[in-house]
């Protein structure tokens, strides 16, 4: 039986896949982050000149699906890798963006808390 899947797991398996080949030193934040812009660029491309409506489609093609599932891959790869990188948490990191943005976006009705915490 495989083991589940957990980021800790994928950022490991990613380090020694890149550790086996030696691509460590090219593994800089720079290069991840550059590596990682052009990886979201070729899923937006995916996406490019869909309507709205074609684009909530896109996974109803089989050939486009495996595209869209193999860009997502190399854009979350990369951002893993960056994170390892970086000794940034990205769950941790999501986590407090989330809480950040539920005090700067309250409810429609809600008042946004004081400034000072």
Same mark, same amino acid.
């Given at each position: 039986?495989?083991?589940?899947? %957990?980021? &800790?797991?994928?950022? $490991?398996?990613?380090a020694?896949?890149?550790a086996a080949?030696d691509? #460590?030193?090219?593994?800089t ?6 590596a ?5 660029a070729?899923?937006q ?10 684009s ?6 089989a %050939?486009t &699906?495996?595209?869209? $599932? ?7 790869a990369?951002?893993? #890798? ?5 000794g940034?948490d990205?769950l941790?990191a999501l986590d ?9 976006f ?6 946004p808390?004081p400034?000072?915490?």
């Amino acid at each position: 039986m495989t083991e589940p899947l %957990d980021v &800790a797991g994928l950022q $490991r398996r990613l380090a020694e896949f890149a550790a086996a080949r030696d691509w #460590q030193p090219y593994h800089t934040p720079k290069n991840l982050v550059s590596a990682l812009g052009v990886e979201a660029a070729e899923l937006q491309e995916i996406f490019q000149w869909l309507t709205p409506e074609e684009s909530a489609r896109v996974m109803d093609d089989a %050939d486009t &699906a495996a595209r869209v $599932r193999d860009e997502v891959a190399d854009v979350l790869a990369y951002l893993l #890798q960056l994170c390892e990188v970086l000794g940034v948490d990205p769950l941790a990191a999501l986590d407090a963006k989330i809480d950040r943005n539920e005090r700067r976006f309250p409810r429609p009705g809600e008042r946004p808390p004081p400034l000072s915490e």
